[in-house]
């Protein structure tokens, strides 16, 4: 089974920075996912880690450290429109199916 | 179609009552998940697709729950004599390929809310 932790919420006022955690337990690793879900909208992608390190794309990082199970997303420069919940995934040893944490709620403040 | 299509997008059905939930992936996408999302919630696992194959049906809750995907393309997924617990929003999501790297493309979902 797997035992995926991140906060619940956050909030930040526009143009800060924020950084969301993600902690696992897993049986087997083959890669960590990073989905953002407005509300009552559909999960979309923002980022892939499998290697130790960080990912940049643009305002979105994410890093990854497999000894220590533990990942995080920074959005930069937020925007309003960041005001979104974003989801931690991980995909264990059976190369397909992704374990979803609860999801971080990020507000954005003016 | 550009992305994961589902349909209904909103569906109230009476405890007991049968639903069918469709999703039409991205044309060529050889993987189809279906995921179930609790208010306030992650997505959860349900059943995996490999073109018609359901190589995963672990994540069905009980015998009332049924998926299919006889041609590899379109899927549904049944429930029978729904209850009150199967309220939730369920996602289907589609992947170009299995394994590393390959993201999931998620529809908007079906909302069931049951009565």
């Known amino acids: 089974g797997q035992n995926i932790d991140q906060p619940t919420e956050m909030t930040a006022t526009e143009g800060a920075i924020v950084q969301i955690n993600c902690t696992y337990q897993?049986?087997?690793?083959?890669?960590l996912f990073w989905y953002q879900q407005h509300a009552g909208e559909a999960p979309t992608f923002l980022s892939y880690?499998?290697?130790?390190g960080l990912e940049e794309k643009g305002r979105f990082s994410s890093f990854l450290s497999r000894s220590k199970g533990y990942s995080y997303l920074l959005l930069k420069e937020l925007q309003m429109k960041d005001s979104a919940s974003y989801l931690c995934?991980?995909?264990?040893?059976?190369?397909?199916?992704?374990?979803f944490g609860a999801g971080t709620t990020v507000t954005v403040r003016a | 179609g550009a992305g994961v299509s589902q349909s209904p997008r909103y569906k109230v059905a009476k405890r007991g009552q049968d639903v069918a939930l469709r999703c039409d992936p991205i044309s060529g996408h050889v993987s189809l998940f279906w995921y179930q999302q609790a208010l306030g919630q992650g997505p959860e696992f349900l059943t995996y697709f490999q073109n018609e194959a359901q190589l995963d049906k672990s994540g069905l809750p009980s015998d009332r729950f049924f998926a299919e995907r006889p041609e590899g393309s379109v899927s549904t997924l049944k429930i029978q004599r729904t209850q009150q617990e199967d309220s939730a929003v369920y996602l289907c999501?589609?992947?170009?390929?299995?394994?590393?790297?390959?993201?999931?493309?998620f529809g908007e979902g079906s909302r069931l809310t049951v009565l």
């Open positions: 897993t049986s087997g690793f083959n890669g």
């Open positions: 880690n499998v290697l130790d």
């Open positions: 999501a589609s992947s170009f390929r299995q394994g590393q790297g390959g993201e999931l493309f």
């Open positions: 995934a991980v995909r264990d040893g059976n190369d397909y199916k992704l374990s």
